[in-house]
C-alpha cells in the first residue's frame, strides 16, 4: 500500500513538472497562402502556454486582431474541430478547394487544429488550394 501511494505521489509530482515547464510560453506564427488567388501571404503571430493546442493559438490571434483574422471551424463528433475558413474564405467541394495544414517544410499536418500542438517558434501553414 505504501509503494502504491509513494507512486502515485512520484507520477503527480512528474506530471506537475511537465504542464509547469519553466518559459512556461513560447512564440507561434500562423502564416496564411491563398494559392488559388495568388493573394498575398499573411503572417500572424502570437505567444502559446507550454503544449497549447493550435486552435487555441488562433482564437488567441482572432480575439487580438478580429478585422485581419479570422476563421471558421465545424466539430465533427469523431474528428473534432475541421477547418472550414480563414479571413472569410471557405473551402468548396465543388470547386474541390480546401485549407491545407502544412509544417515549414512543406509536409503535412497529420491532425488538425484542435489535436495539433506547435513547437516552439513554429510555423503553421494554412495554404488554400485544390485536390
Request: proline letters at 5%; aromatic letters at 10%.
Amino acid at each position: 500500500m505504501a509503494l502504491t501511494v509513494t507512486l502515485l505521489l512520484s507520477a503527480l509530482l512528474l506530471l506537475q513538472g511537465v504542464l509547469t515547464q519553466s518559459g512556461s510560453e513560447y512564440t507561434v506564427s500562423l502564416s496564411v497562402q491563398n494559392t488559388i488567388n495568388n493573394l498575398p501571404t499573411l503572417t500572424y503571430t502570437t505567444t502559446i502556454p507550454y503544449r497549447a493546442i493550435l486552435l487555441g493559438a488562433m482564437r488567441k490571434i482572432n480575439k487580438a486582431d478580429p478585422q485581419n483574422f479570422s476563421f471558421d471551424i465545424r466539430e465533427d463528433s469523431n474528428y473534432g474541430p475541421f477547418l472550414v475558413s480563414v479571413n472569410g474564405v471557405a473551402g468548396c467541394n465543388t470547386d474541390h478547394t480546401y485549407w491545407q495544414l502544412l509544417k515549414t517544410d512543406g509536409t503535412a499536418l497529420d491532425v488538425g487544429v484542435g489535436c495539433y500542438i506547435p513547437d516552439p517558434n513554429e510555423t503553421v501553414i494554412f495554404n488554400f488550394t485544390t485536390y
